[in-house]
């Protein structure tokens, strides 16, 4: 009886130190070695990743509102050099731009130098900048109001181009305002019958690449003594819109009941024919998007309250949406 205790004994106390021996020669586990793998610390901080918004050549060569992810902790100048890079053919900024579109100013063009202060931009490109065919200058023009005007604080821009302020484009002999700004319009659409009474509306339509949906701005010149809110609800509404390429979702039984501006606020009251979701009462995005783009680029205001039957819907902020 004894004997077999002591064997038992002798038993687990060998499997004790066969066990001890094993954990001493065999290195960490396979969860230890995955474990230590992982990153103990991401190299990517999310908080200094934001998009901000450039107006590039689509396939169709409009300019189009296309958004860029960029770093944010940057200075408005600094912003502003990165943003005109991405509009650079070859440029520094080329890798940032999404499938679908391209840059408009010709390849080697230098930014000389870039200075900002109480809401304007002094901006001097090198004369490689006036390389570029005739049907596209005006466009290129175009392209750097609208995406350095995208920056909040940025109304106005003075071009130069070697030190000296363009004033007229080389190969269409355009005049150009000295001081540039959103009034100088984009993708331009003249339909009018006589020069009085001319209004000038910039609209925002839809398109599409692949599955993505974008945004194209459209300066019409037509001879309508409407309230501009008016003609840009009669147009996105409309069941054909002016160019095959373009869209708007807005229901062609859409009406504009009302309006009511009041100071910074843009107050609309619409039909039920604006829902896209009568029963959750829900309107589409793209239609929102399309109104309130189009209204900050005719209006200064700062918020846009839909209404739907004397029913507040939704409230935008304008500043948000760029």
Do not use: W
């Amino acid at each position: 009886m004894l004997k077999k205790i002591l064997t038992k004994k002798l038993l687990v106390t060998t499997a004790a130190f066969f066990a001890l021996f094993l954990i001493y020669i065999i290195p960490k586990s396979e969860t230890q070695d995955f474990t230590d793998k992982i990153p103990q610390k991401l190299e990517y901080v999310k908080e200094n990743i934001t998009t901000d918004v450039v107006y590039l050549l689509d396939s169709y060569d409009f300019l189009a509102r296309a958004e860029v992810v960029v770093n944010s902790n940057r200075t408005i100048e600094q912003k502003a050099k990165e943003l005109m890079e991405i509009l650079i053919k070859g440029g520094a900024g080329e890798s940032k731009i999404p499938n679908g579109f391209k840059s408009i100013l010709p390849s080697d063009t230098r930014i000389l130098s870039l200075k900002y202060e109480n809401n304007l931009i002094k901006i001097n490109l090198s004369k490689e900048l006036l390389d570029i065919n005739e049907e596209l200058e005006e466009k290129m023009i175009e392209a750097i109001i609208y995406t350095l005007t995208s920056i909040e604080e940025v109304h106005n821009i003075i071009l130069y181009v070697d030190g000296d302020i363009l004033t007229k484009l080389p190969k269409s002999k355009v005049n150009l305002p000295s001081t540039l700004n959103r009034q100088f319009g984009i993708n331009k659409k003249y339909d009018i019958e006589t020069y009085k009474d001319i209004n000038q509306v910039t609209i925002y339509y839809l398109n599409k690449y692949n599955d993505n949906f974008y945004y194209v701005p459209v300066t019409k010149y037509v001879n309508d003594s409407r309230d501009k809110i008016e003609i840009i609800i009669d147009e996105l509404s409309s069941s054909h819109v002016y160019n095959s390429n373009l869209m708007s979702f807005l229901s062609n039984n859409t009406k504009l009941l009302s309006v009511e501006k009041n100071d910074d606020l843009m107050h609309l009251k619409f039909n039920n024919y604006i829902f896209s979701d009568n029963i959750n009462e829900q309107i589409l995005e793209e239609v929102i998007y399309t109104i309130c783009l189009s209204i900050k680029d005719n209006y200064d205001v700062d918020e846009v309250i839909f209404d739907v039957e004397n029913k507040e819907i939704t409230k935008k902020v304008l500043k948000t949406i760029e």
